[in-house]
């Protein structure tokens, strides 16, 4: 009986299955703008690539149906039609120059098609345009304060993550490139180690990082195209501008993106957020060396910097408690905490104002606890556990092995985004990172062996939470 | 079949002979013996072209493994390591150790009967370009089992990754062993050119003009000296990397001045010609077989075989195409992008050429010309695709991704490997003197056709939408799975025909079933379709004395003037060397001293590195004793004394 009823459900199965396949076939093949698409361009050099490409693309289909018209007409026209035809011996004919020579000038007169648009395009990749001529800034529908207020970004791509430091703020962060939407961005590559590739399909192509030798590219997004697309079921959207760009600075970027979908999801709901990735191979990890980057609106982008660098700023970090000094309301000072652990210290936020002497330990009620009991800890296990060693956090650190952490909790993604930045990626890559991205640095990194603090983490459920609130509360 | 045979010895050379001290085998050698001593061109291209269909079917399952990991999104067929090991291998198989001796296995076995010769101009250098090759190919794979593995550097290896500061392995040996194979390799590929431009400038038949010649011997000539001009570069590349790895030189060591751009154009400067030495000969296979099916002399052969040769110099003003996404500035990416597109117009000219050579023909459709058609179609396609390459803006979203992965498998599987294909499909006959099953052989075209097709035509799209190459895995959400598993499965159909094509074309050798042969069975145009199949060992009774091109069907249809004549006889016979053990030795020498080489480094007890070069020194003497050996053994052989009849 089993067997009977498995038998008449096989090729129902088949058919569902086959069925599936062919409409997820069909979903997929019809859309063109997913996650890392180079069809689906939202900046001015992508466009341009787009278009020069989609010029090759004509100019190809053309060349493939006239010649390969021509070949099956040939084919068809002068088959052997029976044995005895196949037997015929046709006219011997060696050549005929005229229309061998007219067949070359057409192919040339064709390239040169191709080739005027492609040296335009080299310009335009490699040089930012003047401010100052007009007349090419008209061309390209660019205003002048677009490329005059333009941001450079010093990229540094490493085995297997990427730095990014904005000379102009004199910030530091990694993997998610933060950029205002409606100016040009200069990037420079450099490289510390091996050749990478900054592959930014949506916005700019891509150019390698060459070890001894600074290479460059520039990029700007278009707006319009950031606030337009085509929703999940195939229908054209457009949004506002805090829609399609949610604010970094404050969280919002991250909420909406792990609110609107999933990870897995193929199509974006978040129009400011871009996908990149390393191109060149580089080692073990080459695959999971990707990136973001967040286009923001100019205002949520000075925000953005502003609380960065003073999250940077030395001058501003909390200094430990002084019986000497008064402290006002919402002075931050740092204070040994002694319940949490031996020479821990916190932050405590004045609430009312502090005359001289009156420490969090005499004056309880005139000091908040800045942070959580976890928060605290797990910062004091970053030091002891010797991840200081490798990462800056509230500092520049330019020249660190790792991953810049500051105002980590902003992050959407981890592990050069290859995972949602939650707390259960986060948990999971604590506790055996080389599960999760082989060969990377931080648990094959020269110095690391099975001693090392940080490979005793796997069953260290206590240890693990209060690492990932530490992290994911710097924000 | 001959009627008489004598020691070769002229008056004067007579003591000569006694005075030798170790014999060569002898006429009458058979078996093993026979197959390791032999220098008949013949042998040779059988066992060069043997052997590469073995590396085929390597190469096939390490694409066929690269395929399975890349089923769905984060799959764990193979770690990422192993996964960078395959590519590696599968890159450096099917370019080093497939096409190109398939190639030299074509050129070995056909272009002396093209010409009219007995033999190549170097027998025993031909014998050591085979050991060479097989010994090189043996080093690669040997990789496998020693520290680190095989390499995983990429076939391109470029610096710095190959340098041991970025080793992700301890003392990984894997670059070692692929510097060194390729060393082995353009020794291989070096030694079969000089012989080849040796052979086809000097050893013509009388009346064998140039521009009488066989495309196929023109493409054979245009690639051997694309090779001894091209593997130089790769040759010094190769030298300073070992240099690098092994004695801590500089020469692409960034962190003290050494610069990994000069690898790159090193290496491409040897790897755009390449591109051409791959594919030439099949478009050489190609203009021979479509006449052939078309009862048709090739349309334009003049311009042809110009157009080749402009290919073939043109290949070397183009490497820099390779980088525009090193940041060579705007002149040079401008520059090298026009050259590049330039050279899409021989390259169109040829496809011209044999639309124009079926034009008013009677076309066949036998396997052979089936491959030829799907090579014209899909070399068109990976042409295509080259143009838009071309094209820097275009190229700043190619390179590295999926689209180029697409390309360059256009041109080689469905360039080169269809036109290989077709050559052997085309010459079987010729080389075993049977027919090969035509049911079967359309049945291979068939599988590879569509395999092939549904393997590399979606990943143009998956470059598209941003699959990079080289990664082990891709993430969920990025909608590559649906494309990728089409095309696996197109992978595994093409795995099978290729693997069933292979099986065909070696029983053929041995599957006494077949239908014999017989002298001309595709009533063919060049010079071999006038001899026996197989071919005697002495090829041609007697010399011929040539009057057209394409001699073999002006023989049949020709005006009388036209055919062939015969040099008249004499009491000399046909001279035939004897065979020679000291190729193989010189080659056995030079493996002994690459693995000296390679493990010539230790640490002793107290930490210290320590070299020992024993057995390196070892493999050069008895390498070196070969060539002393090689020169002193003499002419010896003996004469044959065949029938017009028997030719």
Known sequence: ?475 | MAIESLKYASPDTETKIEAKVFPRPSQYTTGLVDWLTTIDHKKIGLMYGMAALFFLLVGGIEALLIRSQLWSHNMEVLTNREYNQMFTMHGTTMVFLVIMPLSAAFFNYLMPLQIGARDVAFPRMNALSLWCFVSGGIILNLSWFFTGGSPAIGWFGYAPLTDTRFAEVLGDMGPDFWIFSLQMLGLASLLASFNFITTIINMRAPGMTMMRMPVFTWMTLIVSFLIILAFPAITIALVELMFDRTYGTNFYDFLEGGKPHLWQHLFWIFGHPEVYILILPAMGIVSEVIPVFSRKPLFGYGLVIFSGAIIGFMGFAVWSHHMFTTGMGVVATSAFSILTMLIAIPTGVKIFNWIGTMWGGRIRFDTPMLFALGFITMFMIGGFTGIMHSSVPIDAQHQDSYFVVAHFHYVLIGGALFGLFCGFYFWLPKMTGRMLNEKLGKFVFTLMFIGFNLTFFPMHYLGMIGQPRRTHSYNEGHGFETWNQIATIGSFILGIGIAIGVYQFVSAFFNKRLKPAGKNPWDARTLEWTLSSPVKEYNFARNPIIKARDQAWENNYGPKENHSQKEPLDDHGVHMPDRSWYPLLTAVGLFVMVIGMLFHASIDASGELVRNYTVAVAGGVVSTIGIIMWSLEGPAGYHLFPKEKEE
């Open chain 1, 1 to 475: 009986m089993t067997k009977h009823m498995n038998l008449s459900k096989f090729p129902h199965r088949i058919v569902s299955l086959i069925t599936g396949l062919l409409l997820s076939f069909l979903g997929s093949c019809s859309r063109i703008d997913h996650k890392q698409s180079a069809l689906d361009p939202k900046g001015l050099v992508s466009q341009n690539q787009y278009d020069v490409f989609m010029l090759s693309v004509w100019i190809t289909i053309f060349l493939f149906c006239a010649v390969g018209g021509c070949l099956l007409f040939v084919l068809w026209r002068y088959r052997a039609k029976s044995k005895e035809e196949a037997m015929e011996v046709p006219e011997q004919m060696h050549g005929n120059s005229k229309i061998e020579t007219t067949l070359i000038l057409a192919s040339a007169i064709i390239l040169v098609i191709l080739a005027v648009p492609t040296l335009q395009g080299v310009v335009l990749m490699n040089r930012v345009p003047d401010p100052n001529d007009q007349a090419t800034l008209d061309k390209l529908e660019l205003d002048k304060s677009q490329i005059e207020d333009a941001i450079t970004v010093n990229v540094t791509g490493k085995r297997f993550f990427w730095v990014f430091e904005y000379p102009q703020y004199g910030i530091v962060t990694a993997n998610e490139l933060v950029f205002p939407a409606s100016k040009a961005v200069r990037v420079n590559l450099r490289t510390e180690d091996v050749i990478h590739s900054f592959w930014l399909p949506k916005l700019a192509g891509k150019m390698d990082l060459m070890p001894g030798q600074e290479n460059f590219m520039w990029f700007i997004a278009n707006e319009e195209k950031i606030r337009t697309g085509i929703d999940k079921d195939g229908n054209p959207y457009e949004v506002d501008t805090q829609t399609a760009m949610p604010s970094v600075f404050d969280g919002k970027m991250r909420q909406a993106i792990f609110a609107k979908q999933a990870f897995t999801d193929e199509f974006e709901a978040v129009g400011g957020l871009f996908y990149g990735q390393c191109a060149e191979y580089c080692g073990n990890s080459h695959a999971y060396m990707s990136f973001r980057a967040l286009a923001q609106t100019d205002e949520d982008f000075d925000e953005w910097v502003l609380k960065f660098r003073n999250a940077q700023n030395p001058n501003l970090q909390p200094i430990p408690y002084s019986p000497e000094n008064n402290y006002e309301i919402d002075d931050v000072i740092t204070f040994s905490d002694e319940k949490l652990g031996e020479g821990i210290s916190r932050d405590f936020r004045a609430v009312q104002a502090v005359t001289k002497g009156q420490s969090p330990e005499t004056k309880p009620d005139a000091w908040e606890k800045v942070h959580s009991d976890d928060f605290v800890k797990g910062k004091a296990l970053f030091s002891s556990l010797q991840c200081v060693q490798c990462h800056a956090i509230n500092r520049t650190g330019l020249g660190a092995k790792g991953p810049n952490l500051t105002l980590f909790g902003l992050r959407t993604s981890l592990a050069a985004g290859w995972m949602r930045n939650d707390e259960a990626s986060l948990d999971k890559w604590l506790r055996n990172s080389n599960d999760v991205k082989f060969g990377n640095l931080m648990w094959n990194g020269e110095g690391i062996d099975d001693r090392h603090p940080l490979r005793q983490l796997e069953n260290d459920d206590e240890k693990v939470s209060q690492l990932v609130s530490y992290l994911l509360d710097l924000k």
